[in-house]
């Protein structure tokens, strides 16, 4: 029974996946049954990864910065502050360091309920992590050039 579920689950999800992306006219890179990415341009023409993982009932999306640091220690708190501060901020969507591969990097992840996701939701969700991407990056630009 539970590997019915999982495969009903799996379908569930790229089934969603493939309708939200196809009503904006975008398209995956990878769309499997446990994983699904594409590569989307956001407003300050910076290519971003989108990476979306089913959870149970939810789908996780998350956009990582381009700020990656080889361990724990190496992580600056500063940032990891003033994006800790930023979530209280905002109701949907959150920042987080997260590991990928031996690498640490900070992303901003939104879990959305799937029987909620819509079309018109997710391009709102993909709209606003590529956004909070492109203002962390802007604001350290600004703060390099600053200290330059």
Request: with cysteine; hydrophobic share 40%; proline share 2%.
């Amino acid at each position: 029974m539970s590997q019915l579920l999982a495969s009903l689950q799996a379908d569930r999800f790229r089934t969603v996946m493939r309708n939200c992306a196809s009503e904006h006219g975008l398209r995956f890179e990878t769309l499997e049954d446990h994983f699904a990415s594409m590569l989307l341009t956001s407003k300050s023409g910076d290519v971003r990864l989108v990476m979306f993982t089913p959870h149970d009932t939810t789908i996780e999306f998350m956009v990582t910065t381009d700020l990656e640091y080889d361990s724990l220690e190496a992580v600056p708190d500063v940032l990891s502050t003033h994006l800790l501060r930023a979530n209280e901020k905002t109701r949907l969507g959150f920042w987080a360091l997260t590991q990928i591969g031996d690498q640490y990097c900070y992303a901003v992840m939104y879990n959305i309920e799937t029987k909620l996701l819509t079309p018109k939701l997710f391009a709102s969700v993909l709209s606003d992590a590529l956004s909070q991407v492109d203002d962390v990056h802007s604001s350290l630009r600004i703060l390099t050039d600053s200290l330059a």
